[in-house]
């Protein structure tokens, strides 16, 4: 793991190294790992209760981590992991799947996920593979010639499986058509989901503050109405529903347009809201 010269983790080029992200799989690790209690879950265990090599449960565990669902190192399940798993072990919920792709793809550590969604798609909105792969020629500053051809045309291919054969492809938000990329007219995002959004964009992009723009949810690159692909009209109808929830209020008048989150409640107790209103 690289760390920057400020302490921070460096993007990294290639989250999957080329496994795909199966989700029946995902369900595997995340029921194993939830109904073991030690601090921290032996890779080569975890590997033989699930009937995976080694390899391909560190890389599934890596994208488990992406997601949200699991710990780095430790393999053991996030609040939110336990969460899913009680009320979602399947990952058949659409709620879910918006919140672990707004997870995903608003980390900018996860180098070409984040610039894909948050970047290339909302920019050119139809895009051929090789394309999307000339959009990282930028890199070749920072990476070998290998790596810029191999590395990054392989995590492009898991992204874009993600989205076109994977669960992800229930959200509508990517189809494939005649070669090319198209960003779909996606499904609704349920507004409990998109106040996990919000708090998980305060908490990772404006942690010292206990209000967030409308203007950066909507502009921003890694705010929920880009990642989400929200316009206005449509991000603020969703806001106008969550004003009834606790530590939550909109603020529209003179020259305030944000929302106030005016409690510490998590992302992961916004999605238990939602899975327990259902």
Known sequence: MQISSNGSLKPKLQLSNGYFVNFTYLARILNAVCQDQRERIPQAELAAAIGFTERHVKHLCGIAHALGLTERITYKPTLLGRLVHKYDPFFDDVGTLWFLHYMISSNPYNLVWNRLVTGI?????NIT??????AFNDLRQVLTEHSLQSHVLKELNTV???????YFARLNYLHLENDTYVLGKAEPVPPLVLGACTVCFRDRHRSNDTAVSVTDMLSTSNGP???????EDRLRGILEQLKVQPGFSLESQADLDQVRLTDNTPAYVWMERYYVSK
Not at 121 to 125: D, K, L
Not at 129 to 134: D, N, T, V
């Open 121 to 125: 798609f909302p920019s050119c909105r």
């Open 129 to 134: 593979r090789e394309q999307a792969r000339a």
């Open 160 to 166: 874009l499986d993600a989205y076109t054969n994977q």
């Open 225 to 231: 109405g880009v990642v989400l692909q929200l316009v």
